[in-house]
């Protein structure tokens, strides 16, 4: 259904992102990058997001002429704070218990670089609210281990579904990849088409 003239590479470890790409039915690579996230600086979180995803992006660029390279990153903000990664189990209940009863924002940029070097950079939202999270809950889930390798702290595609009421958005944006978004822009500049066959 979809064609690509130039190789597709995914600049990214991460499974959640490489199972939506591969939704498009289309062949891609995967390489990954070794850049330093907390390196870029920025004013908005917006740009913030655009650095981290361009960086990782460009990285793999370099190791990887002749094909496009597609990369993200994903980010939650919880009013003016960034919720990383939590590396302890302290951090993720923490986390978790500003995000209760609240709303936040996920957002995830995409960057898109061409074998000419033409790079195109945009950032999806997404608000996500959560029920009330009683102490009992989000220690269990804590346990559970989901958290420590996601954003925030959660993951909305697994047992992390239970702590959301409600999205305003692309689903799949919060999972690591907005692939509508980004399927309109590879069509939008030629870089996939549609094929007969
Ligand atoms: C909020 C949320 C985040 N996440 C994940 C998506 C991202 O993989 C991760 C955010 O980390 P990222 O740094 O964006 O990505 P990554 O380290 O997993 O992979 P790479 O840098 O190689 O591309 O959090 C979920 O899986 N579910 C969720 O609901």
């Given at each position: 259904?979809?064609?690509t ?6 600049a990214?470890?991460s ?12 062949p ?37 002429p ?132």
């Amino acid at each position: 259904m979809l064609k690509t003239n130039y190789k597709l590479v995914l600049a990214s470890a991460s499974p959640r992102r490489k199972e939506l790409l591969g939704m498009l039915a289309l062949p891609f690579e995967v390489m990954t990058s070794e850049v330093e996230e907390t390196s870029v600086q920025a004013n908005t979180m917006q740009d913030y997001v655009k650095g981290v995803a361009l960086l990782k992006t460009r990285d793999v660029a370099r190791k990887a002429p002749n094909a496009t390279i597609i990369g993200a990153d994903t980010i939650v903000v919880y009013k003016d704070e960034l919720l990383h990664k939590p590396k302890t189990r302290e951090e993720a209940i923490s986390h978790l218990q500003r995000l209760s009863d609240n709303k936040h924002v996920v957002m995830t940029a995409v960057a898109i670089i061409e074998p000419n070097g033409k790079e195109t950079i945009f950032v999806e939202e997404t608000t996500v609210i959560f029920h009330h999270l009683s102490q009992e809950l989000i220690e269990a889930y804590v346990d559970s281990g989901d958290p420590f390798d996601k954003a925030g702290g959660y993951g909305i595609q697994t047992v992390g579904t239970l702590l959301v009421k409600r999205i305003e958005g692309d689903y799949n944006n919060v999972v690591g990849l907005p692939l509508a978004a980004l399927f309109s822009q590879l069509v939008a500049r030629q870089i996939i088409q549609f094929a007969k066959e």
